[in-house]
């Protein structure tokens, strides 16, 4: 089992910035990706960005250029550095921990107003 924490979530101002992290603790494997998605009200869970173990990272289109996703692999942690916030941000963030297996955190909400 493997359990994550997130936090970092909150309402600001479009323009602003916020930073989400995500923890995971438990049954931690060496190889594993970690990342982030978002839902918004009435749409489907979308890939905001992830990270592998090895460095290696992915990001939508839609955030490419004003967000960054890193990790720290000592204290298996990631986090998701979002600048130059939109209003189309706005949507429950998601830490995901993939593995053998994959686990989802508990959303952290996150709104942008205009």
């Known amino acids: 089992q493997v359990q994550l924490v997130e936090s970092g979530g909150g309402l600001v101002q479009a323009g602003g910035s916020l930073r989400l992290s995500c923890a995971a603790s438990?049954?931690?494997?060496?190889?594993?990706?970690m990342g982030w998605y978002r839902q918004a009200p009435g749409k489907q869970r979308e890939l905001v960005a992830d990270i592998h173990s090895g460095g290696y990272t992915n990001y939508a289109d839609a955030v490419r250029g004003r967000f960054t996703i890193s990790r720290d692999n000592a204290k298996n942690t990631v986090y998701l550095q979002m600048n130059s916030l939109k209003p189309e941000d706005t949507a429950v963030y998601y830490c995901?921990?993939?593995?053998?297996?994959?686990?989802w955190g508990q959303g952290t909400q996150v709104t942008v107003s205009s």
């Open positions: 438990g049954s931690i494997f060496s190889i594993n990706a």
């Open positions: 995901r921990y993939q593995s053998t297996l994959s686990y």
